[in-house]
């Protein structure tokens, strides 16, 4: 029904700057929360940030905290993930996903996913 589309990745070198976006459709207005994954080469999908459905709740991993920012435009339907000071141990696919909670307060709440977007940093 929901079906997210990530857009805005790309090749930068470390310390620069990529604004991710996630587009939603199927749907007029979202009451849940939505958050940003990413999976490196040979890793697990991990979490990144997540934003509640008023974008009150805000979290973010430790390993980005500080240079990431999310927000989110229920009007536009559209979240966003702007990265700054970026590092090479960022490189990987960025996934958008939409939680079935308003929170988001655990990663099995997120139950639609974009096809992600690749994020390559290089040093």
């Known amino acids: 029904q929901v079906q997210l589309v990530e857009s805005g990745g790309g090749l930068v070198q470390a310390g620069d700057s990529l604004r991710l976006s996630c587009a939603a459709s199927g749907r007029t207005f979202s009451s849940n929360a939505m958050g940003w994954f990413r999976q490196a080469p040979g890793k697990e999908r991990e979490f990144v940030a997540s934003?509640?459905?008023?974008?009150?709740?805000?979290y973010y991993a430790d390993s980005v905290k500080g240079r990431f920012t999310i927000s989110r435009d229920n009007a536009k339907n559209s979240m966003y993930l702007q990265m700054n000071s970026l590092k090479p141990e960022d490189t990987a696919v960025y996934y958008c996903?939409?939680?079935?909670?308003?929170?988001?307060?655990?990663?099995?709440?997120?139950?639609?996913w974009g096809q992600g977007t690749q994020v390559t940093v290089s040093s």
């Open positions: 996903a939409e939680a079935k909670t308003p929170v988001g307060l655990s990663n099995s709440d997120y139950v639609y």
């Open positions: 934003i509640s459905w008023r974008g009150i709740n805000i």
